[in-house]
Nanobody
Framework: QVQVVESGGGLVQPGGSLRLSCLTS????????TGWYRQAPGKQRGLVAIITSGGSTNYADSVKGRFTISKANANNTVYLQMNDLKAEDTAVYFCNALVRTSATTTINSYWGQGTQVTVSS
């Protein structure tokens, strides 16, 4: 079994910063990508940022230059540093990991439960 757990959400004023953490644990042979997604009320879930096992990254246009995704290989943790937050960044942020649990299994997608980020004065 694989577990994905997010932490670090909260309430922040416009222009402020937050750092989200995503820990992937359990029976892990390899992690291919870990991504952050967000879903605001009444909207579809969309990609915020993603990082591959090799360290390549990709960002949604709306967060480029403000958000940074990084990873600590030693403990399968991925971070999302969010700076200059805006009201439109308010959403539930979900972490997703693409994981192979053994050398012979397929790659499966695992989601965390989400963490709320609210940007408001």
């Amino acid at each position: 079994q694989v577990q994905v757990v997010e932490s670090g959400g909260g309430l922040v004023q416009p222009g402020g910063s937050l750092r989200l953490s995503c820990l992937t644990s359990g029976t892990i042979f390899s992690i291919y990508t870990t991504g952050w997604y967000r879903q605001a009320p009444g909207k579809q879930r969309g990609l915020v940022a993603i990082i591959t096992s090799g360290g390549s990254t990709n960002y949604a246009d709306s967060v480029k230059g403000r958000f940074t995704i990084s990873k600590a290989n030693a403990n399968n943790t991925v971070y999302l540093q969010m700076n200059d937050l805006k009201a439109e960044d308010t959403a539930v942020y979900f972490c997703n990991a693409l994981v192979r649990t053994s050398a012979t299994t397929t790659i499966n997608s695992y989601w965390g439960q989400g963490t709320q980020v609210t940007v408001s004065s």
